[in-house]
């Protein structure tokens, strides 16, 4: 291997460039206009732009990057994760071209990647799947005989589903009669795509970072735990996956070998299982790539997983893995707003400051004045903070977030702060006091107005955990003396601009901060006096996005809190409610449909035929996620090329 092209972006296509350097390999990177300055362009030994400014024709373009590989000469390609890392025809493409493929080979990939096939291949490899029928959906009837033979609640999954897309739970017959109707309905029929599961609540979302070479060696490098998660997206991650018992890390070890051997798996991946408390392991499904998360393996193996991925594609051995040492956490930073449930968000960065200091490794490809587009991922880092131990870990934790300072868009530092000060996290003799709900359960939407299909309705930003801090008006901070005691005052922006201050006056010219997708730069600072769509009935999208479901027809009355589309962007499914009762009188989109923000997908008649309608450049009607929403306890992050992502990518990863 002489010369490698990194066929992604941001951090891990800086991840891979700094290993790859090290080993003396030659490094070329591609790059959409949005990254022509990023830190991956400017330190790859060669950078190739990729004209366009969406996934279909940058980082999706399977034909485009194919002719950077033969124009740069590579001689390997590795495609990170997300993006085009599990996609088989471009790994055969690699293949056929005679250049090195960086991950398993297309038949593993094709086997992996569809989670009914998945769910043959473990069971094929004695390898328990979550209870359910390994078979697409054919007719009503076997759907109720499962729920009444195993009980309810049930998921019905999308075979071709991740990251917690596709996925409904459902908790009697008449919501799994309404979801067969509305999807034969309104979805074109695509029932065959779907297959039914026990839904499995309380459980601990347990991944094994697993590795095996062309000479059927194997190894699991760590265990990770990764249930902190946000619909079905994770933040926290930490390595070694704590409290397990000694016979749960065996059967979790001896599963993930029985499944790489089953499909002649060569490379890294990770095997993610679901881990009850009553110690029983349930397979979810095979990540044939390198995750976000596997900087803890690292910190925790003291191995380098990018260099152990280049070593095995080039035919070599793999290393085995040693025993543990200390403990791991990673700590995603997004750009999605703590204070609406994590709503993506975008804007350009006007400070950073890492954290550092021992135990403590930064990852990111993001400096300050760069901007955060609302056209692709928004993680700009992970802080992966080592220690000893997992109480010496936590502590360190919460010292390096009191370091650190992002800013000019949002972040979830202060979720984090939570987190890492919340006794059911810190404990060390509770097991299961976090589960894979638990983050939305605890701090972001708890109670929903109204369900539908099994979908909850948002909060609408009037009640909840969060409500105080939606209400919050804007403020700014100070650092001033007391009687010689450095104290931080905070005030209003309103108060400090009726005193002729506020942020413009004292920091001089700065960049403004781009306001949420979804908002026009005509009404970014009109606070609450926005139209979510309540007022006008135009519900329009909140962010550039590919729309999933819609589940409503022409001409059906709806509540408020009603479920009305469901959107995919950056991996992760948004959902978009009824603001008001009203009838909806026209829908403007269909699954599949790729949407920008601020475009309409609903009008509402809100006041019984006599509503104007307008032209739909109104705010939408969207708060992203709440406790029972359609998606499996569980469930993590796989790639699906399709969505509008997006850092593992996936995340980080498009997914």
């Not at 473990?122 to 697409?136: F, I, N, Y």
């Not at 309810?152 to 596709?166: E, I, S, T």
């Not at 995603?332 to 400051?353: F, V």
């Not at 909840?464 to 450095?486: H, L, Q, S, W, Y």
Request: contains cysteine; negative net charge; glycine residues 10%.
């Amino acid at each position: 291997m002489k010369k490698l092209l990194i066929a992604n972006r941001g951090e891990i296509a800086l991840r891979v460039v700094r290993t790859a350097q090290e080993m003396g390999i030659a490094t070329v990177v591609v790059y959409a206009e949005q990254d022509r300055e990023s830190m991956a362009a400017q330190m790859a030994d060669e950078a190739y732009l990729l004209s366009g400014d969406t996934y279909k024709d940058t980082y999706l373009n399977e034909d485009k990057i194919m002719e950077t590989v033969e124009r740069s000469g590579a001689d390997a390609v590795h495609p990170g994760y997300g993006f085009l890392s599990e996609v088989p025809g471009f790994a055969q493409k690699v293949i056929d071209a005679g250049v090195t493929w960086v991950g398993p080979n297309p038949k593993a990939l094709v086997d992996l990647g569809d989670k009914i096939s998945a769910r043959r291949v473990a069971e094929s490899a004695k390898v328990p799947p979550v209870p359910g029928l390994s078979e697409p959906v054919q007719d009503m009837r076997e759907l109720l005989d499962f729920a009444n033979s195993h009980g309810y609640p049930v998921m019905l999954k999308r075979a071709d589903g991740g990251g917690g897309h596709g996925i409904t739970v459902v908790h009697n017959d008449d919501e799994l009669r309404r979801f067969f109707m509305n999807h034969d309905a309104l979805q074109g029929g695509d029932l065959q795509d779907y297959f039914i599961e026990k839904f499995v609540d309380r459980a601990r979302h347990v991944e094994t970072q697993s590795g095996r070479d062309s000479h059927g060696n194997f190894t699991v490098y760590s265990t990770r735990d990764c249930s902190v998660q946000r619909r079905n997206q994770k933040l926290v991650e930490e390595a070694p996956a704590p409290f397990l018992p000694d016979e749960v890390t065996q059967r979790l070890v001896g599963f993930s070998q029985r499944l790489f051997d089953q499909v002649d798996y060569v490379g890294l991946g990770t095997c993610e299982f679901m881990v009850t408390p009553s110690g029983k392991v349930y397979f979810l499904e095979v990540n044939p790539r390198l995750q976000v998360e596997h900087t803890v393996s690292e910190e925790v193996s003291g191995l380098d997983l990018v260099r152990e991925q280049l070593i095995i594609a080039d035919g070599g051995t793999l290393t085995p893995a040693p025993a543990p040492r200390g403990h791991s956490f990673e700590l995603r930073i997004t750009c999605e707003d703590p204070a609406t449930n994590l709503t993506p968000s975008s804007g350009t960065l006007e400070k950073i400051t890492w954290p550092s200091g021992p135990g403590i490794r930064i990852d990111s490809g993001v400096e300050e004045g760069d901007t955060v587009s609302p056209k692709f991922d928004s993680m700009m880092g992970k802080v992966v903070v080592t220690a000893q131990n997992r109480a010496a870990a936590v502590a360190r934790v919460r010292r390096a977030l009191r370091e650190m300072e992002i800013e000019g868009v949002p972040t979830p530092q202060t979720l984090f702060q939570k987190i890492f000060t919340n006794p059911d996290f810190t404990a060390e003799d509770h097991p299961f006091s976090v589960t894979t709900k638990w983050l939305e359960r605890t701090y972001l939407n708890k109670t929903p107005h109204a369900t539908v299909v099994g979908q909850p309705a948002s909060q609408s930003g009037t009640t909840g955990p969060n409500a105080a801090e939606r209400r919050m008006p804007a403020a700014e901070t100070f650092v001033i003396e007391v009687d010689d005691k450095r104290v931080k005052l905070t005030m209003p922006e309103a108060m400090l601009a009726g005193m002729g201050g506020g942020a413009g006056a004292r920091r001089g010219d700065r960049r403004p901060t781009q306001p949420l997708r979804g908002q026009g730069l005509h009404n970014a600072d009109t606070g609450d006096k926005r139209d979510d769509g309540a007022a006008s009935g135009v519900i329009s999208s909140p962010m550039q996005a590919v729309v999933t479901r819609i589940n409503v027809a022409e001409g059906q009355t709806v509540a408020k809190g009603d479920l009305l589309v469901v959107l995919e962007s950056m991996k992760m499914e948004n959902y978009v409610y009824a603001p008001v009762k009203g009838t909806v009188t026209k829908i403007f989109v269909s699954p599949a449909d790729g949407v920008e923000a601020g475009e309409t997908l609903v009008t509402l008649d809100i006041n019984g035929g006599k509503n104007d309608k307008t032209d739909g450049k109104n705010d939408n009607a969207t708060d992203q996620s709440a406790d029972g929403q359609s998606a499996a306890d569980g469930n993590s992050e796989t790639t699906n090329p399709t969505n509008a992502q997006s850092d593992d990518a996936k995340k980080e990863d498009v997914k």
